[in-house]
């Protein structure tokens, strides 16, 4: 699997970390608070867009009358204890990290997620020094169903996308990844059970969990 790969880059929610749970949380949260019902389709229509696009998803489909900004403050306010002290590594993530260092393949992060958060849990897991570029869906236009920020993040390491391997949870992800021309591994999460059957026609290769490659090495 990491044939002529130099460079590997992670998704962190649901991917390195286990955190689906709290925006899954917040979103509901945050919507009953209005007296609005969750539609059944919202995690399908947002788990691709930016963490900018979807305050604006939220704000149209819902007619809110808070700013943007205002939306992601809230969310951000929400989700801070959980991910300061409630967000641990996928199992074997740490091992996994520690696995492609001692094999001189370079380590790089892609993530919706807003700095803060991002370097709270990274740091409260001690892995925040393994990277070597950080790159967040704000640094790009488009969200991660297209290749943007995985062809930056490629270019931040001066890495060819053809060397670079990604991990993902979540289809649109894995697909934008793909356009990218990089070898994509999918990783289970509980939050994209139900896009399975098309993470493992997508990607190059499905796990459960990163023990699982650790073992096939």
């Not at 209005?34 to 389709?41: A, F, G, T």
Request: proline residues 2%; aromatic residues 10%; glycine residues 2%.
């Amino acid at each position: 699997m990491l044939n002529n790969i130099k460079a590997a880059i992670f998704d962190m929610d649901g991917t390195l970390i286990d955190s689906m749970w709290i925006w899954s949380k917040i979103d509901t949260d945050y919507l009953t608070k209005r007296n609005i019902s969750v539609p059944n389709d919202l995690k399908g229509s947002i788990e691709h867009l930016t963490f900018e696009e979807t305050a604006n998803y939220f704000k149209n489909r819902f007619n809110l009358k808070d700013s943007v900004n205002d939306i992601m403050q809230e969310w951000n306010d929400m989700a801070y204890n959980e991910y300061k002290f409630n967000v641990d590594l996928k199992p074997g993530a740490k091992e996994y990290l520690n696995m492609l260092k001692a094999m001189n393949i370079k380590i790089a992060l892609a993530t919706s997620n807003n700095k803060l958060l991002m370097e709270m849990a990274l740091k409260k897991n001690c892995i925040y020094d393994y990277f070597d570029a950080i790159s967040t869906t704000d640094e790009v236009t488009r969200g991660k169903a297209f290749p943007d920020i995985y062809l930056l993040t490629a270019n931040k390491l001066n890495i060819a996308p053809c060397n670079c391997i990604v991990f993902e949870d979540i289809l649109p992800a894995v697909k934008g990844a793909k356009l990218a021309g990089m070898k994509v591994v999918a990783i289970h999460d509980t939050f994209s059970e139900n896009q399975k059957k098309e993470l493992i026609k997508k990607a190059d290769k499905y796990i459960l969990n990163y023990h699982e490659i650790l073992t096939a090495i």
